[in-house]
């Protein structure tokens, strides 16, 4: 019986030590979560919902603080507010979600639908070299729904249902390094409809950073770079005395036990990709920037 006992002792010590480094090979594949959100400030982040869970966002920016429409008398921009987005994303499947949002909307473009996807193609490991980087893309479409403008050559003049379109279509490389994250965002924006002096499709190449200061609170920095052509900006500046900013966000981010909740101030006026990549003509230089905020809450729909 003894040696019955012994023999199966060393059997299962035999198991065991082939399987430890299968254990320590699978802790090592643990993916690395880049940033706390779906979202940084204005950039995409190559965070997915996971499977069967559903996020809440809803992202608010107020009115400029400072300019010429910023100030006390407007209390610093919080009388105001420039757009609102209300966004639902459900993880459909791994590393794969799904939105559907509603934005008010700024300028000439308000009550705007989106749909948009996320598929993460590649993770960043632990203790991998072979996964250094994740990469995720993203796709949207989004429509406006207000009424068109009457006058011709307007930002809103749609004569068709394709005029009111626009699509986004982006690659977020990151890569996290100790602690701090960082990502390129190259994008392509669509738009069904643009004035005669402007560019219908546009190429832009964004980037974000998130730096932990201590506690759950997270320093995030976004940044964007539309590629728009020398004759387009001056033709704006001669017919309707535009100038052109890239949109810049600087964020704090405050994690709780249920909650995401981001404290944000950026000079583009709205929030979707489709139009803040084109349409920022507000500068941090002139007091043009403003309060905003962004609220996630995680719902579990399956398990």
Do not use: C
Request: proline share 4%.
């Amino acid at each position: 019986m003894q040696q019955v006992k012994t023999a199966f002792m060393i059997k299962s010590l035999t198991v065991a030590l082939l399987l430890f480094p299968l254990a320590i090979l699978s802790q090592d594949k643990k993916p690395v979560q880049l940033f706390s959100s779906e979202k940084a400030i204005n950039a995409n982040t190559p965070e997915v919902v996971p499977k069967g869970k559903m996020a809440f966002k809803v992202t608010h920016n107020f009115g400029d603080i400072a300019g010429d429409n910023g100030g006390a008398r407007r209390f610093f921009g919080l009388d105001n507010s420039s757009d609102i987005r209300i966004a639902f994303t459900v993880g459909v499947a791994n590393r794969l979600d799904l939105t559907a949002a509603r934005a008010k909307g700024a300028g000439l473009h308000q009550q705007l639908y989106e749909l948009g996807l996320k598929h993460q193609l590649l993770q960043q490991f632990e203790n991998d070299p072979s996964h250094p980087v994740a990469v995720t893309f993203f796709a949207n479409n989004v429509i406006t729904a207000n009424k068109a403008s009457a006058f011709p050559n307007q930002d809103n003049s749609f004569e068709n249902f394709s005029d009111r379109l626009s699509q986004v279509l982006q690659l977020i490389i990151a890569r996290k390094m100790g602690k701090v994250s960082v990502q390129l965002n190259p994008t392509f924006v669509n738009r069904g409809y643009a004035v005669t002096y402007d560019k219908k499709a546009m190429f832009a190449l964004g980037g974000a950073v998130k730096l932990p200061l201590g506690g759950r609170i997270n320093l995030v920095l976004d940044y964007f770079h539309p590629f728009r052509d020398k004759a387009s900006k001056d033709a704006f500046k001669a017919n309707e005395n535009i100038t052109f900013y890239d949109p810049l966000g600087v964020g704090f981010e405050v994690l709780t036990a249920g909650h995401i909740f981001r404290l944000n101030f950026t000079n583009s006026t709205e929030i979707l990709e489709n139009r803040f990549i084109p349409r920022t003509i507000t500068s941090w230089g002139e007091g043009q920037f403003r309060w905003g905020f962004t609220i996630t809450r995680n719902f579990t729909l399956w398990r």
